[in-house]
């Protein structure tokens, strides 16, 4: 995920990225505006009742994963233990509409911060990787028959 912008702005070596997202304090801002849009964007009804009624928990959670997915310290691993993503996924029903829906809040979101405009779109793009790789290898990807490798561990 090492990608230089059109401004020449690297990501996704060592902490750039981290940084680049204000660090543990700046990503927490963004991941409780992105459960905010989960919670009220009319679009996301259906993944907003996949998730418990109380947000706390899995906003603390995404936080910690994102500091590490980022290039940030290992925090989630500390306080979570280890985490594959496709796996705590595999029981959810997620087609193209819900994956486009939890996107759609995280751009939404990400238009928000106060990031450089080359981040925005790196995060983004970024984002849309386990994204799909979650779709394939859900309950509806399985379905399906579509196979992917499950490599998105801390
Ligand atoms: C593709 C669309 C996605 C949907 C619809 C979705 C939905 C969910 C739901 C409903 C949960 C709670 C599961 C449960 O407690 O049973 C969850 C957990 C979680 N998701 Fe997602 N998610 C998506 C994409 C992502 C992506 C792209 C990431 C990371 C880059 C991510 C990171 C997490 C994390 C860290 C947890 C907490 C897992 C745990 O420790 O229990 N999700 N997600």
């Known amino acids: 995920m090492n990608t230089t912008s059109p401004n020449n702005e690297t990501y996704g070596i060592e ?39 109380d947000l706390s928990l899995i ?25 594959s993503i496709p796996r705590v996924h595999s029981h959810l029903v997620i087609n193209k509409a819900e994956r486009d829906a939890w996107l759609l809040c995280m751009e939404r979101a990400i238009e928000l911060q106060p990031y450089k405009a080359s981040f925005k779109i790196y995060l983004l793009e970024q984002l849309a990787v386990p994204a799909e790789r979650i779709r394939v290898t859900s309950k509806a990807g399985r379905n399906q028959g579509i196979r992917a490798p ?4 801390t």
């Open 150 to 153: 499950d490599s998105l561990s």
């Open 15 to 53: 902490d750039t990225s981290f940084k680049a997202a204000g660090g543990f304090a700046g990503i927490q801002k963004l991941v409780k505006s992105f459960y905010t849009f989960i919670d009220q964007l009319p679009g996301a009804k259906t993944i907003r009742s996949m998730h418990a009624q």
């Open 59 to 83: 906003d603390d959670k995404l936080t910690h994963f994102l500091c590490y997915w980022l290039g940030g310290p290992r925090h989630y691993r500390d306080k979570y233990g280890p985490i």
